[in-house]
């Protein structure tokens, strides 16, 4: 928070040498409560004098868990005179004793609706509202026609400015979307377009205020803001954007119904459509297709997440960086393998294994010398993970992995099939192993933070659920 160009209020501060704090500024220095965090966790909680100064009551927790209550003077890293009580924590039987949990990051830092409001609030008045949802929709509508007809005209004179294909998305843009009627599926899409259009449109009040918040979010996360530390808060920070814009298309579109309803299918639209882990007809709780629960993750992440994915993906690698590691020499060491010796190593049931595979169009057996070819179309599917943006793509690309391999298995064994999970994790297992993919923890845990709430329980939750156990299982069960 700033008064006056100062830093006055909550804040968070990172430095390039990995230092964390979280807490009170008073006129552009670190005053009173905070919480300080060193790059290897050495943590102190407690009062502040001046920057970096730890003067007070506070309580300094060491990497193995053990802690130091009392009070502490001097500056961070030159030395700290202490009066206090240490604690081995690892020592006590009693519950009683031990330390209180130190509180999660982010309590002290500025909430994340609190952030970017005078952005949300230009976009508020360029549609002609005094305040958040407080206005005319009409109104609203004319301003935006207008503001994309007098920008259409002032490019007129400079056609460089102004690609064909753009003049038409304005074009477009100019005419309101009319719905009478029932909401239904096709409503709801035609309201995705548009929004993907005017996003796409930095002369439309919603793509000016797309732009102006990619920008803040880089300043944000980008450089020395590339700390592992402000990951959650970067998150947090993408949820407030959905439910502030989410807010704003509602404003727009009355007819779009409010976070968590659902569009009643039309029978056609789920005709044929079988579940893969019952085999059962699907219904629309076994495996929802993203839409038919209206969500503003579902249908904003697509026009939101693509622009701002390189910084926080790298916010995730940094995360994960120590349990990366060890999942991925595991992966090395294991690929080393034929296919048949990883195949009876993982303990695939060995009618299971394909008898023939393809080899550049040419169908070979599988012998004890053939490497990277079992499973290798299902392998390939899901190495298509790391070139999508959104979680609801990259579920996509985790169940037809599952079909490809179900689809291989029928082959082989030339008849119906049911899968057990007892039967399909190894292979499954085997197919994340082949697919090498260098920060499949920080897919995983990008999905699990970013994912629709009601894709957890569907089709799609339970084998995404199977991937991470498979991403746990590389890690620590010391496959070797």
Not at 428 to 450: C, K, M, P, Q, T
Request: with cysteine.
């Amino acid at each position: 928070m700033w008064q006056d160009d100062v830093c006055q209020g909550n804040g968070v501060v990172v430095t390039q040498f990995g230092l964390y704090y979280e807490g009170a500024f008073s006129m552009n220095k670190m005053m009173g409560t905070g919480i300080l965090l060193s790059e290897d966790d050495t943590i102190y909680e407690g009062e502040f004098s001046d920057n970096w100064t730890l003067s007070g009551k506070g309580t300094l927790t060491l990497p193995n868990g053990d802690y130091i209550e009392g009070l502490f003077s001097g500056e961070w890293g030159s030395g700290i005179k202490i009066t206090g009580t240490y604690f081995k924590p690892s020592l006590y039987e009693n519950e009683k004793d031990k330390p209180k949990a130190l509180r999660k990051l982010g309590i002290l830092a500025v909430p994340a609706d609190e952030k970017w409001k005078a952005v949300f609030e230009e976009c508020w008045n360029q549609l002609g509202c005094e305040s958040p949802g407080q206005g005319d929709r009409w109104k609203a509508w004319d301003n935006i026609a207008v503001a994309l007809t007098t920008n259409r005209r002032q490019h007129k004179d400079s056609p460089e400015l102004l690609s064909r294909s753009h003049t038409q998305t304005l074009e477009s843009l100019e005419f309101i979307p009319q719905h009478i009627g029932a909401f239904t599926l096709e409503k709801y899409e035609n309201i995705k377009k548009y929004l993907i259009k005017a996003c796409d449109t930095p002369l439309h009040p919603l793509g000016k205020l797309v732009e102006t918040l990619v920008a803040v979010y880089r300043m944000t996360y980008v450089g020395v803001g590339a700390n592992r530390r402000l990951l959650q808060e970067a998150v947090r920070e993408i949820k407030s954007y959905l439910k502030r814009i989410f807010q704003l298309v509602r404003f727009l579109f009355p007819d779009l119904p409010e976070e968590g309803s659902t569009i009643p299918f039309v029978a056609t639209e789920t005709k044929g459509r079988r579940s893969f882990c019952s085999g059962k007809s699907d219904s629309r709780s076994e495996s929802p297709e993203p839409g038919y629960v209206v969500t503003s993750f579902g249908l904003l992440l697509p026009v939101l997440l693509p622009r701002l994915y390189p910084p926080l993906f790298m916010l995730y690698a940094l995360d994960n960086e120590r349990e990366e590691d060890i999942y991925w020499e595991c992966v090395l060491r294991l690929n080393k393998q034929t296919d048949m010796a990883l195949l009876s190593f993982l303990g695939v049931q060995a009618k299971f294994w394909p008898g023939t595979v393809s080899i550049l169009g040419e169908i070979r057996k599988v012998s004890s010398n053939t490497k990277d070819a079992c499973f290798a179309s299902a392998v390939e599917c899901l190495q298509q993970i790391s070139t999508t943006f959104t979680p609801a793509d990259k579920l996509k690309v985790i169940q037809q992995t599952f079909e490809e391999i179900s689809q291989n298995v029928l082959e082989t064994l030339q008849e119906d099939f049911l899968w057990s999970m007892d039967d399909l994790f190894p292979v499954f297992l085997y197919v994340v192993l082949r697919a090498r993919i260098r920060n499949l923890g920080s897919e995983v845990h990008l999905i699990e933070d970013l994912m629709d709430p009601y894709l957890q329980h569907g089709e799609q939750g339970i084998m995404f659920t199977t991937l991470k156990a498979c991403y746990y299982q590389i890690q620590h069960e010391k496959l070797t």
